[in-house]
């Protein structure tokens, strides 16, 4: 994996040979000299962002609480086990 250093007035002037450069690894954008932003192929994003889903990590994010939800009732009919 290369590391890809690009000023802000630099990647305003050549965004696609900043995009290419994503194909080898992250992309650090600086302004004034310090690292602002980092630039990311989608698949290194998804795999980032994706490999600790779970319920309760969606459950913690922000907003969550807003999100009107009403799932429909679900009746489940049982039957005794028979053991003859």
Do not use: C
Request: zero cysteines; a negative charge.
């Amino acid at each position: 994996m290369t590391i890809t250093t690009v000023s802000s007035r630099d990647l305003n002037q050549d965004v696609t040979r900043a995009k290419k450069a994503t194909e080898n690894g992250p992309v650090f954008i600086t302004d004034r000299g310090k690292p602002a932003h980092v630039l990311l192929s989608i698949e290194e994003y998804q795999r980032l962002t994706h490999q600790r889903r779970n319920i309760a990590d969606a459950l913690a994010m922000p907003g969550v609480a807003d999100i009107e939800f009403s799932p429909p009732r679900v009746d489940i009919e049982t039957q005794p086990a028979e053991f003859s």
